[in-house]
């Protein structure tokens, strides 16, 4: 079971605590953005890395993400450093998620510059490739297009080896490819309770991964959906997903409430499923 903290709850970080160690939850993901997400577009959000980092501190059990980084926030050499130090302060249970990003607003508040949908899938592969060579190499040197490095250390190195990298992108050419060379696992989202065309992705998802050599079956797949309003309706949408082919379940409540946290953890011991169940609360 996955659960993302609400971030302006921060107040609160003693029950999400003893939720995050004490509920069957598998992971616990933050997400990273400027601004909130939605129609409104006003009001308060913490920087999403910092927030991990008290997580990790003050958590011992659960295992911890972001869903996800957009790569154009941070350069990959500082994000690396980021993602080992992390690892180090939850002792070994990061899981880190990143994608191409890209929120016209946010990026222009920010002055942010405005890329092509290619660039920025260009930019989320060379992310993903100096992001494992700097996790496991001693010394990297990249010339790529969108990032230079010379004899670039980034020490000590996470505590996983590997350290799990979560990629999300739909893009059927270059994006799943990205996925299917560099991820532990591929992250998709929808607004609907069943898996729809994200089932037909899933075998474009298998495609790429015979294309590169891959075993399809060594790609996790999560995908994030709304929470149905009643158990049953959860329980039925969760059958579906898994029996499409996903084996992690990111379940978004409607609202920001602590009890609907505990009432997602209720529905683990009736899942009859295999894999991860992840709960979401922007």
């Not at 002055?111 to 930019?123: A, I, N, Q």
């Not at 994200?198 to 075993?215: F, I, M, P, Q």
């Not at 978004?252 to 009736?270: F, H, N, Q, Y």
């Amino acid at each position: 079971m996955f659960e993302q903290i609400s971030q302006p709850r921060i107040k609160t970080r003693g029950q999400h605590r003893s939720l995050l160690d004490d509920l069957p939850f598998d992971h616990a993901w933050v997400f990273d953005h400027l601004i909130p997400m939605g129609r409104d577009r006003t009001g308060d959000i913490f920087e999403g890395w910092t927030v991990l980092a008290a997580m990790a501190a003050s958590t011992s059990r659960i295992r911890l993400g972001t869903l996800v980084t957009g790569v154009g926030y941070r350069h990959p050499a500082l994000f690396a450093k980021m993602a080992a130090t992390v690892d180090h302060v939850s002792g070994g249970r990061l899981e880190v998620g990143i994608g191409a990003g890209g929120d016209p607003v946010a990026d222009e508040m920010a002055g942010l510059p405005s890329l092509s949908p290619r660039e920025r899938v260009e930019r989320l592969d060379e992310t993903a490739r100096v992001l494992r060579r700097l996790w496991d190499e001693e010394s990297v040197s990249f010339a790529g297009k969108h990032f230079r490095l010379t004899d670039a250390r980034s020490d000590p190195k996470p505590v996983q080896r590997p350290l799990p990298l979560w990629i999300a992108s739909n893009g059927e050419r270059r994006g799943m490819r990205t996925v299917a060379e560099r991820a532990t696992g591929w992250l998709t989202a929808t607004f609907d309770t069943e898996p729809g065309d994200l089932a037909r992705l899933l075998r474009v998802l298998d495609r790429h991964c015979e294309a590169v050599g891959r075993d399809p079956s060594t790609l996790r797949r999560g995908v994030q959906f709304p929470l149905p309003a009643t158990d049953d309706e959860a329980l039925r949408a969760c059958s579906d997903f898994a029996s499409a082919g996903f084996t992690d379940l990111i379940l978004m409540p409607r609202d920001r409430e602590l009890r609907t946290v505990e009432r997602a953890a209720g529905l683990i011991s009736k899942l009859q499923i295999g894999g991860s169940v992840v709960v979401v609360g922007e």
